[in-house]
């Protein structure tokens, strides 16, 4: 079972309107959570990063919240552009002694149709 | 450089080869990882390189597989005995001494492909 789940798998939504991401993770210890946008062909590019202790981190039009009691985040994307489509992965940093190293989802794939 | 620069961009190679991947991290970075993505999948740990010293090594698969930093900047991965299955795009990413994990950068990739 992988340690951090996302869904929904792949999303389709039309160029204008909103849409949310869900991240669901039992990585412990928990040092921080980021999301992470990735063109085709691409390397990950970072949107967010919070700690235990935020509830919410916006960037332009990513808001992305967490959780850390129940261990879930979202990543919600307002007006969503042409350019917005993308995979966009949940990263949860293990701080677990030497052991350190990012535990990443599959992502999600949103496509945003004209 | 102003970024991760990995290359090649794209390899090609034939199964039983021997390749190399490269990636020149940010100047001044002190740690460097490399990652490997499988298509439909997310990006998963191979090594992570405190300085020249490899500080875990527990996600590389195999010992085909083998990565330096003996200067402690480029780093090499190196792939013998190339198997269908190592196709993938391998990543690395380097952050500065002292800002833990949130001044990763992730260089474009190197997308093998072994036939």
């Known amino acids: 079972k992988n340690q951090v789940e996302q869904s929904p798998q792949s999303l389709i939504i039309l160029e204008g309107k909103n849409c949310t991401l869900q991240c669901n993770y039992t990585v412990s210890p928990f040092s921080n959570l980021r999301w992470y946008k990735q063109d085709t062909g691409r390397g990950p590019v970072s949107l967010t990063i919070?700690?235990?202790s935020e509830n919410t981190k916006s960037n332009g039009r990513y808001t992305a919240t967490l959780d850390a009691d129940t261990k879930q985040s979202s990543l919600h994307i307002t007006a969503s552009q042409l350019s917005d489509s993308a995979s966009y992965i949940c990263v949860v940093f293990d701080n677990a002694g030497n052991n350190r190293k990012l535990i990443w989802g599959l992502g999600t794939s949103l496509a945003v149709n004209p | 450089g102003a970024g991760v620069s990995q290359t090649p961009s794209n390899k090609v190679t034939e199964k039983g080869k021997y390749v190399e991947l490269r990636c020149d991290p940010i100047?001044?970075?002190?740690?460097l990882y490399w990652y490997r993505q499988s298509l439909g999948q997310g990006p998963e740990f191979l090594i992570y390189f405190q300085g020249t010293g490899a500080a875990d090594d527990s996600g590389l698969p195999n010992d085909r597989f083998f990565a330096v930093r003996p200067e402690g900047s480029v780093s090499t991965l190196k792939i013998q005995r190339t198997e269908p299955r190592d196709s993938a795009v391998y990543f690395c990413?380097?952050?500065?001494?002292?800002?833990?994990?949130?001044?990763?950068?992730f260089g474009s990739g190197t997308r093998l492909t072994v036939v």
């Open positions: 919070m700690t235990f």
């Open positions: 990413a380097s952050i500065p001494l002292g800002q833990g994990a949130n001044g990763y950068t």
């Open positions: 100047s001044g970075h002190t740690a």
